[in-house]
């Protein structure tokens, strides 16, 4: 009877786990084929059928024709250069706000806590002046600058209560007893082992910039310096929409965070099963 309930209950495990596989496999997969079909396939026979004729002229004329190469170069900079600066940035300032004691640093910290609960609704209009003063209007520094600021709080607020509950000061201790200033330590002692973290930060940071909209429409003018989904929506508007060439650039823009998924694998299961060791 043991047996019985034991593998009863692993054959219904599975059989979720399969089910769940399939609700987050079957809409890429669905975006995919739509991305095949002309306007017109789409608009008069069935929403799940093949397309009748596969349309692959879809991803030259969007790719070429419109200039999307441009504006994917432009998400996949913005994003990895965000990446780079938010994780470097949150794990410096982790340690210093876990581990060296002044007194401002609790006043630094509070002010980054507050910054998780800004929108960027909030602060769009001062923003924008503040952007257009400093003359970086329509600029890639223009618009890196709020992405790495709006990464950073939820950033360092993770940094700082994983390096305070996770790096043991004894390790702290003893590098400094060994002469290790804070530079030495942080670079061969904490930043290792918060490899977790900013695996964790990463993720967050590079979808949150891939998919970033406002901003990127507020602070540029023209096609130089916009991304990926400013391109998307000129696809679809009140008067009408492409549907063929608006599902072509969906699956363009999925790619690289699926690549991001697969190459980084590794490292994120490892990041969730450290989280939810802690947790």
Not at 6 to 27: A, H, N, Q, R
Not at 75 to 97: D, K, P, R
Not at 178 to 187: E, L, M, N, Q
Not at 203 to 230: C, H, Q, V, Y
Request: with cysteine; glycine share 8%; proline share 4%.
């Amino acid at each position: 009877m043991k047996n019985v309930i034991k593998y009863g209950s692993t054959i219904i495990m599975y059989l979720i786990m399969v089910l769940f596989t399939v609700m987050t496999i079957y809409p890429i997969v669905w975006l995919f084929i739509q991305s095949f079909k002309t306007n017109q396939d789409y608009m008069t026979g069935s929403k799940l059928s093949l397309p009748t004729n596969w349309f692959t002229l879809n991803y030259d004329i969007v790719w070429n024709n419109l200039n999307f190469n441009t504006f994917f170069y432009n998400s996949v900079y913005y994003s990895i250069i965000t990446v780079i600066v938010v994780v470097i940035l949150a794990n410096m300032a982790g340690y210093a706000f876990a581990k060296i004691d002044f007194p401002i640093t609790k006043v630094l910290f509070g002010l980054f806590i507050v910054g998780i609960l800004l929108t960027i609704q909030s602060i769009l209009i001062p923003l924008f002046v503040m952007i257009f003063s400093a003359g970086l209007f329509n600029t890639r520094l223009g618009i890196l600058i709020p992405y790495i600021a709006l990464g950073l709080p939820m950033a360092i607020y993770l940094c700082t209560d994983f390096i305070r509950n996770g790096v043991p000061d004894e390790l702290i201790e003893a590098a400094r007893i060994d002469g290790a200033g804070y530079i030495k330590t942080f670079v061969s002692i904490v930043f290792p082992m918060c490899i977790p973290v900013s695996v964790t930060i990463a993720i967050i940071s590079f979808i949150g910039t891939w998919n970033e909209f406002i901003l990127m429409n507020i602070l540029t003018a023209g096609d130089r310096f916009k991304s990926i989904p400013a391109a998307v929506g000129r696809f679809s508007g009140s008067l009408g929409s492409d549907y063929g060439r608006l599902f072509t650039s969906l699956s363009i823009s999925i790619i690289p965070i699926l690549l991001f998924y697969i190459i980084f694998r590794k490292q994120i299961t490892k990041g969730v099963a450290a989280g939810a060791v802690k947790g």
